[in-house]
């Protein structure tokens, strides 16, 4: 007993000796052994989550059905993306609506938001920055919190602000936040952010190839065949997006009288004299105008144009049934697509819908080394009609990427930064 060898041989005859008696003793003594020897492994292997991915995984972000007009939606989407990444939640998907809402509740159509944009697409486009969950995500629906957005004089963006750090501690798995539209929430985060988040919003392919049809038909157009098939995809043209719908005669004219500016509202004929001015168009050019057919009230738009320029609408360029199939939150995905890709693109710096297709523009343009279009000839340049420039032309038109807020592209300026 007195040699190592002995002691440690001896010891082990005293454990297997207990082991034999007191296992039929306590039949559960076994189980207890492998389970603890199991949660030993375990813990031993598998490395602990971060605290940011325990975060992003198990708390979430909920806000109400995204309205209005598909542009809108897409910066209240941004919007709700950027509340998320400020309470370190994920957000949970949510609808977006299919109809043109205004004020009749009961025609709201949503429709989600992996029918219009890839959800894959975009967690991997936006990885680290923001990033979407799926309801069946969730663990627990009861451990939600409702919170109450403010609004009206006395919620400030101050208050706003206080509020999303406040509740950013809470730990609750959902916080559902009750009321607004995220559209017309207070704004805390720079141009640069929302950029970032309109990045990763990638149309499924089906309506991708919608798109795709109908700008290989106005490429047709432009080079003479009538067989798309043989269309060369450099062949060029312009998109006009012809503010001109009732509901934007009403909106502009009212805007015009509140903020006391004068260019916001632009006619038909201001319209195509100032597009007729713009330098270095080739003759002839084919002119694609997006404009909301089923609210115009006008239908001479193709009338009036100067030679050498071709307007086309939906129905002469013979694309009305693959609008018409679909939904208005979908024919406008398809339009903006066809404005985002044209060569060269006029719109009205007032519409949401023309900014966020120059703010896109303006990235790609600085994606290839272009911080400044204004004074020089670059592809894919933008001009605003409702602002008079150079020959009496449209003005050039870039985003201010270095702007501290989205304000200007959510409600219009005449202050472009060209």
């Not at 967690?123 to 629906?141: W, Y």
Request: proline content about 3%.
């Amino acid at each position: 007993m007195k040699s190592v060898a002995c002691k440690c041989a001896f010891l082990v005859f005293f454990v297997l000796f207990f082991r034999a008696i007191l296992l039929p003793m306590f039949p559960n003594f076994g189980d207890f052994q492998r389970n603890n020897l199991d949660w030993i492994h375990i813990s031993s292997s598998v490395q602990a989550p971060s605290e940011d991915n325990r975060v992003k995984r198990e708390k979430f972000l909920e806000v109400p059905q995204i309205v209005w007009g598909l542009n809108n939606q897409k910066i209240a989407f941004a919007r709700a993306c950027l509340t998320a990444r400020m309470m370190n939640r994920t957000l949970l998907m949510p609808n977006l609506s299919a109809s043109l809402f205004y004020k009749e509740i009961e025609l709201l159509q949503p429709i989600a938001f992996d029918k219009i944009f890839q959800f894959d697409r975009f967690n991997s486009l936006c990885n680290g920055f923001v990033r979407l969950g799926h309801f069946s995500d969730v663990f627990n629906r009861s451990n939600t919190f409702e919170l109450q957005k403010g609004s009206g004089r006395k919620w400030t963006l101050e208050r706003d602000l206080d509020q999303l750090k406040q509740f950013s501690e809470e730990s609750v798995e959902v916080i559902q936040i009750m009321g607004k539209n995220p559209f017309l929430w207070h704004d805390h985060w720079p141009v640069k952010d929302y950029a970032k988040v309109f990045e990763c919003l990638v149309l499924v392919e089906e309506i991708a190839a919608e798109a795709e049809k109908v700008v290989s038909k106005i490429r047709a157009r432009g080079s003479n065949s009538d067989d798309v098939a043989d269309v060369s995809a450099t062949t060029p043209y312009v998109a006009v997006h012809m503010r001109l719908e009732k509901d934007w005669m009403i909106h502009c004219k009212k805007l015009e009288q509140r903020s006391n500016i004068s260019e916001i509202c632009s006619s038909k004929e201001e319209i195509m004299s100032r597009v007729a001015h713009i330098g270095g168009l080739r003759d002839p050019t084919i002119v694609y105008l997006a404009v909301a057919d089923n609210l115009l009230e006008d239908a001479s738009v193709l009338n009036g144009w100067k030679k050498g320029l071709l307007p086309f609408e939906k129905k002469k360029l013979g694309v009305s049934d693959i609008y018409s199939k679909h939904s208005y939150l979908i024919q406008s995905a398809i339009d903006y697509e066809v404005c985002l890709r044209a060569d060269v693109f006029i719109g009205n710096s007032f519409s949401t819908f023309s900014s966020l297709i120059v703010l896109e523009r303006t990235q790609k343009l600085i994606r290839l080394g272009v911080t400044n279009s204004c004074n020089s000839d670059v592809r894919w340049p933008s001009y605003a009609y409702n602002i008079l420039g150079e020959s009496e032309g449209p003005k050039k038109w870039m985003t201010d990427m270095s702007g501290l807020s989205l304000q200007a592209i959510s409600y219009g300026s005449n202050q472009i930064i060209c």
